[in-house]
């Protein structure tokens, strides 16, 4: 189950906090869904593939123990291609650029090059699953926050007598508000989060298919 959200766009800023609060005192805010995850907090609807295998994307020779640091020029343009920021269009060419010039040993040359790509993937890659799993975590304990502010809230107004209870209250009702938006943006930006690993396994996908076209 990916972290959730009531619905409360069209509450009133107190009203909305206060159905978080209630949604999450209900059970509606659960924690994310356990499956294929080693600490139990993946929130992401997209299965959880721990590493990616280069068998699936890349039908050239062996890539296992390939020492891809060692030849400069391919140690300069693996993390060109491997960021994100650089468009496949781009990447395309400088492959292309990088065979027309790799000599007799291009064939060995592009499997190196795949070797640093698929390595320079799959490690960002992992480190993005840790920092997802983190993310519903926190979620998680921003969810537990909210409900024990109010169920004190609640209690608060109970026993409001006087106007320093009443000021108490009114502070306790800006830190449940403060924690729901906080909660809120956060469960709004989880699909994005969740798309990079994703986005990340196609790159690979995509720049091997490239590497292998320009190999003899």
Not at 3 to 19: D, E, H, K, N, Q
Not at 40 to 63: D, E, K, N
Not at 151 to 156: G, P, Q, V
């Amino acid at each position: 189950m990916p972290i959730t959200t009531p619905r409360f766009a069209r509450t009133r800023p107190l009203a909305r906090c206060l159905a978080v609060a209630a949604a999450l005192m209900g059970g509606l805010c659960a924690a994310p869904a356990l499956a294929a995850s080693p600490t139990g907090l993946w929130p992401c609807i997209q299965p959880r593939v721990a590493s990616l295998a280069a068998a699936q994307m890349w039908a050239g020779p062996p890539v296992d123990g390939l020492d891809w640091r060692a030849d400069a020029k391919v140690s300069e343009l693996v993390p060109v291609l491997a960021a994100r920021r650089t468009p496949l269009e781009q990447a395309d060419t400088l492959i292309e650029d990088f065979a027309k010039t790799a000599g007799p040993d291009k064939n060995l040359r592009l499997t190196l090059l795949f070797a640093g790509v698929f390595d320079q993937i799959n490690g960002l890659r992992s480190r993005i699953l840790t920092g997802i799993e983190r993310y519903a975590k926190h979620q998680i304990d921003l969810s537990q926050r909210i409900k024990e502010e109010s169920l004190a809230l609640a209690k608060a107004k109970k026993a409001a007598v006087t106007d320093d209870d009443k000021a108490k209250t009114v502070e306790l009702e800006k830190q449940v508000l403060w924690d729901t938006r906080i909660y809120d943006t956060r469960a709004q930006a989880v699909t994005a989060v969740c798309e990079s690993p994703v986005i990340l396994e196609q790159r690979a996908f995509s720049l091997a298919r490239s590497i292998q076209n320009a190999m003899d």
